[in-house]
Nanobody, 125 residues
Framework: QVQLVESGGGLVQPGGSLRLSCAAS????????IGWFRQAPGKEREFVSA????????DYRDSVKGRFTISRDTAKNMVWLQMNSLKPEDTATYYC??????????????????WGQGTQVTVSS
């Protein structure tokens, strides 16, 4: 069993920055790829970014490329999502997810084993 706890959400003005954190714990947590997903009210949950278990492979949805950066400390089982140049359309609940089959399976949603509880990000003036 792997537990995921997100933090770092909040209210930020357009153009601002936030850094989300995902703390992974439990047996074998260091073997899982970690992804970030988001869900806005009335919309489906969508993939945002993912990183492999060893931090060597990353993926991003097109709309966040160049603005968001995912990183990982494998020793601490921590994953961060640095979000810059935030836009109102980035407003959503952001979820951390873990999957054993790597970045591709996280990005297409085909293998997600655990979810966190979510953290709210609101981009508004």
């Amino acid at each position: 069993q792997v537990q995921l706890v997100e933090s770092g959400g909040g209210l930020v003005q357009p153009g601002g920055s936030l850094r989300l954190s995902c703390a992974a714990s439990g047996r074998g947590a260091n073997l899982y790829g970690i992804g970030w997903f988001r869900q806005a009210p009335g919309k489906e949950r969508e993939f945002v970014s993912a990183i492999s278990y060893n931090g060597q492979k990353e993926d991003y949805r097109d709309s966040v490329k160049g603005r968001f950066t995912i990183s990982r400390d494998t020793a601490k089982n921590m994953v961060w999502l640095q979000m810059n140049s935030l836009k109102p359309e980035d407003t959503a609940t952001y979820y951390c997810a873990a999957g054993l089959n790597g970045v591709a399976a996280l990005s297409d949603g085909s293998r997600i084993d655990y979810w966190g509880q979510g953290t709210q990000v609101t981009v508004s003036s």
